[in-house]
T-cell receptor
């Protein structure tokens, strides 16, 4: 079946540090890949997405590239801010079963 | 456009009771999905509806059920509540197309005592 594996953290960084959160997936066919972010007490917000191999999703300084050869979709940001503190979820979507499959989430804390 | 709305935002129930949660999708979206989020199991898929038809169901007991109305609004019901049903229940909507993004509501936090 489909699965997503991401580094669970927690990850603690200082402001302006470089961020990488690793995400790899297992799926048949060609899934769409997503990063969602969840702030305390809230639902999930879409951060970025990619729908085919070699696509790069980007938003708010975050980037991730859909790598089919390594089945990866690692999240990166060059300079994190305190406001980026949240839980980040990697997910894949297969249109054939109409559901998102999520990783376990990575808690990021950014200290000033 | 208004986002996905869920009501109520918080609920406290006791074991054995039943509960109904409601979700209104983004205007024009015809697909509604439900997910359960717990600290131990993470985010798990419950079911998905498109134009009033359930297209997929997750691995949950029959106590969990749902439906979708002609205006795309959806409800999920949990009967005979157990302590383990305490969770954040998230609803997401999309157009229903294969690569379309799912947009999430704020969730309903259910506490079963």
């Amino acid at each position: 079946g489909n699965s997503v594996t991401q580094m669970e953290g927690p990850v603690t960084l200082s402001e302006e540090a470089f961020l990488t959160i690793n995400c790899t997936y297992t799926a048949t066919g060609y899934p769409s890949l997503f990063w969602y972010v969840q702030y305390p007490g809230e639902g999930l917000q879409l951060l970025l997405k990619a729908t085919k191999a070699d696509d790069k999703g980007s938003n708010k300084g975050f980037e991730a590239t859909y790598r089919k050869e390594t089945t990866s979709f690692h999240l990166e940001k060059g300079s994190v801010q305190v406001s980026d503190s949240a839980v980040y979820f990697c997910a894949l979507y297969r249109g054939s079963n109409y559901k998102l499959t999520f990783g376990k989430g990575t808690l990021l804390t950014v200290n000033p | 456009k208004a986002g996905v709305t869920q009501t109520p935002r918080y609920l406290i129930k006791t074991r054995g009771q039943q509960v109904t949660l409601s979700c209104s999708p983004i205007s024009g979206h015809r697909s509604v999905s439900w997910y359960q989020q717990t600290p131990g199991q993470g985010l798990q898929f419950l079911f998905e509806y498109f134009s009033e038809t359930q297209r997929n169901k997750g691995n949950f007991p029959g106590r969990f059920s749902g439906r979708q109305f002609s205006n795309s609004r959806s409800e999920m019901n949990v009967s005979t509540l157990e302590l383990g049903d305490s969770a954040l229940y998230l609803c997401a909507s999309s157009s229903g197309q294969a690569t379309e993004t799912q947009y999430f509501g704020p969730g309903t936090r259910l506490l079963v005592l």
